[in-house]
Structures are given as structure tokens and as C-alpha cells.
T-cell receptor, first 109, second 117 residues
Framework: AQRVTQPEKLLSVFKGAPVELKCNYS??????LFWYVQYSRQRLQLLLR??SRESIKGFTADLNKGETSFHLKKPFAQEEDSAMYYC???????????FGRGTSLIVHP | GAGVSQTPSNKVTEKGKYVELRCDPI?????LYWYRQSLGQGPEFLIY????????DSGLPNDRFFAVRPEGSVSTLKIQRTERGDSAVYLC???????????????FGPGTRLTVL
């Protein structure tokens, strides 16, 4: 069975501090990992996919199969990064994601 | 262009009633998905359509839930004999295509907040 765990419901940091949002997954096959973001009063949207290996808005995420993790990182948080972040898992050729419960990131000025 | 739209934005109903939630996908998107998001949880997959047919309805919780997409565009999620536990935000998303081994980004609508009293 597919499972995504985001252990932190809330992460609160100050502007300029590093940020790491944790995500662990459980999947027996070859996983596809995603991060989605939902800003206040906006729609859920894709932030990045592990296979793209790109940096979006300064965020990166590396798939670690040994630790079954896909943590989202940013070296210097900005106030506009405040949002709900969802880690999601797809696999077996299916791109229908299984979502984690989400982490609320609050960046204080 | 216009994104995915959902109506109504809010729906309050009484236990036992029937409700319909509508989704208008992005024009030209052949794949359409429904999700349910309960308070404090991530979106939970319900059903997806490829064209007019339900390609995967494994996420529907029981037979009170049903969805249609008769012309391959607009979709309606139907819930019979609503229960208080059905209260949630129902999200719709669409993508250009879904094929085994291919990825197409899903674009989400704003959701319908359903409250069952």
C-alpha cells in the first residue's frame, strides 16, 4: 500500500532562515514523488516533481530511496513562502497522487 | 485561459439529502479527477475519468457516491443520502491526458465545501 507521512503539521520560521519540510513514503515499487503547494485563498498547485530535478522558487527536493524520504528544502525562507505544502506519491505508472496530510509553513518577518 | 471551475463554492445540506457537485475542466483536457479533502488531511482520490468513461473509481467510499461525465467535459459528483461524515471540500482537477507511463500535470479547481448538518 502507498503511504505518505508528513510528520509536522506546522512549521514556523523567521524570514531568511533555512526551511526543511519532511516527507517520508512507503511504496514497494518505483516511486514518483511530488510536492504541491496551496497559498492562502488560492488553488492547490504542483510545486515540483522529483524526476524533474529542478529548483522552483528556490525550493529543491531530493529523493532518497534508502531513507524513503523526499524532504523539501529552501536555504532562505521568504514571507511569500507561507502556505500549505503537501507531499504526494504516485507509482506503478499511475500519476494519481496519494497525498500526505500537509504541513503549514509560516514565515515570520 | 480559464482554469478549472467548480460550482457551487459552498453547499449546506441536511443529513439524508441528495447533492450534486459540478466541475468544469480546462477546455481540451481529457482526464478529470475528483478528490475529497477532510479537515486537517490531504486530498484523497475518489475517481478519475479518461474522456467519458470512469477509468478508475477505486476511491469512491461506498455506493452512495457516483460521478458522471457524459460528454467528456463537465463532470458531476453525486452523493445520495448524505451523512455528516461526508462534510469536506471536494476538489476537481483536470489534465491533458493520462496514459500508462506518461505524466501530465493536474490543474485543480477551487473546490466545493460541502457541509452536512
Amino acid at each position: 500500500a502507498q503511504r505518505v507521512t508528513q510528520p509536522e503539521k506546522l512549521l514556523s520560521v523567521f524570514k531568511g532562515a533555512p526551511v526543511e519540510l519532511k516527507c517520508n513514503y512507503s511504496y514497494s515499487g518505483s516511486p514518483e514523488l511530488f510536492w504541491y503547494v496551496q497559498y492562502s485563498r488560492q488553488r492547490l498547485q504542483l510545486l515540483l516533481r522529483h524526476i524533474s530535478r529542478e529548483s522552483i522558487k528556490g525550493f529543491t527536493a531530493d529523493l532518497n530511496k534508502g531513507e524513503t524520504s523526499f524532504h523539501l528544502k529552501k536555504p532562505f525562507a521568504q514571507e511569500e513562502d507561507s502556505a500549505m505544502y503537501y507531499c504526494a506519491l504516485g507509482g506503478g505508472g499511475s500519476y494519481i497522487p496519494t497525498f500526505g496530510r500537509g504541513t503549514s509553513l509560516i514565515v515570520h518577518p | 485561459g480559464a482554469g478549472v471551475s467548480q460550482t457551487p463554492s459552498n453547499k449546506v445540506t441536511e443529513k439524508g439529502k441528495y447533492v450534486e457537485l459540478r466541475c468544469d475542466p480546462i477546455s481540451g483536457h481529457t482526464a478529470l479527477y475528483w478528490y475529497r479533502q477532510s479537515l486537517g488531511q490531504g486530498p484523497e482520490f475518489l475517481i478519475y475519468f479518461q474522456g467519458t468513461g470512469a477509468a478508475d473509481d477505486s476511491g469512491l467510499p461506498n455506493d452512495r457516491f457516483f460521478a458522471v461525465r457524459p460528454e467528456g467535459s463537465v463532470s458531476t459528483l453525486k452523493i445520495q443520502r448524505t451523512e455528516r461524515g461526508d462534510s469536506a471540500v471536494y476538489l476537481c482537477a483536470s489534465s491533458k491526458n493520462v496514459g500508462l507511463g506518461s505524466y501530465n500535470e493536474q490543474f485543480f479547481g477551487p473546490g466545493t465545501r460541502l457541509t452536512v448538518l
